[in-house]
């Protein structure tokens, strides 16, 4: 089975400054390694269009996205301590959230997909943009799985090392959507306990940094198990931030590339469509091979 890399170059001109974790080189070494040779069968490749204004609205206000809009408009800006513009920046986040809403057209349609773009969006709230994060992706690719697609049970898993505080926000009111957060705890954002439940659609797991990698592969996999119990998904969306390896700058789980491909295969087994959107990740020569692992599982 073929894999569907969905990207846009715009993703490597959104520029948060010199010396920032989140590069344009972190999206520039997946597609150098989805380029080799070994990937001609099993990539086929898109551009991300656009999202529409109305898939983005579903998460922002218009007032917000007119700001992220007109910020990137005067050349960019600050808009936390560590969430920069770039002129280039609104274009960027608007391809994001446009491929993360083409991912799930293709896996619906039987064919895996990933949407390999930043900025990347779990720490954006409805009216918040932080953590590197402008427009909320998934959020955007799960909305539109239950509005244009006509789905009624999506689930979320969120890999990233750190909780994604901004999805739980925008969807934990909705039990259409359930979210599984594995997490490093305490960190970045400082969310994220198990007694944050939402309508009984939020299972987070926070753990400690320094832990055995097959640790962190069953936790996560337990939390899978229970929100799957009974509840049978329709789609699953996987944040998939790579900075839950070993040797990340930003934090400290020990994670190695292949164990994300062991973690695709083991819910393969639900039958269930997969769609994956980067999130974060920050030494390029390891996320590639993260991202190569993860793509090769899923066209496996
Ligand atoms: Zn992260």
Redesign the pocket.
Known sequence: MSVHVIWHPSSLRHDPGRGHPESPARIQAILDELRGSQYGDIVEWSEAPAATPEQLQRVHPPDYLERLEAMAGRGGGMVDGDTFLSADSYEAAVRAAGAAAMMVRHALAGQPAFAAVRPPGHHATAEVAMGFCLINNVVVAARSALVDHGLERVLIIDW???HGNGTQALVQDDPRIRFISLHQHPLYPGTGRPEERGVGNVFNVPRPPGLPRATYLADLNTAVDEATSGWEPELVLVSA?F?AMAGDP?AGFTLEPLDYATWIHDWKRLGTPLGAVL??GYVPERIRLAAGEMVRALAA
């Open positions: 990233d090392v750190h931030g900075d930003l999130e974060g």
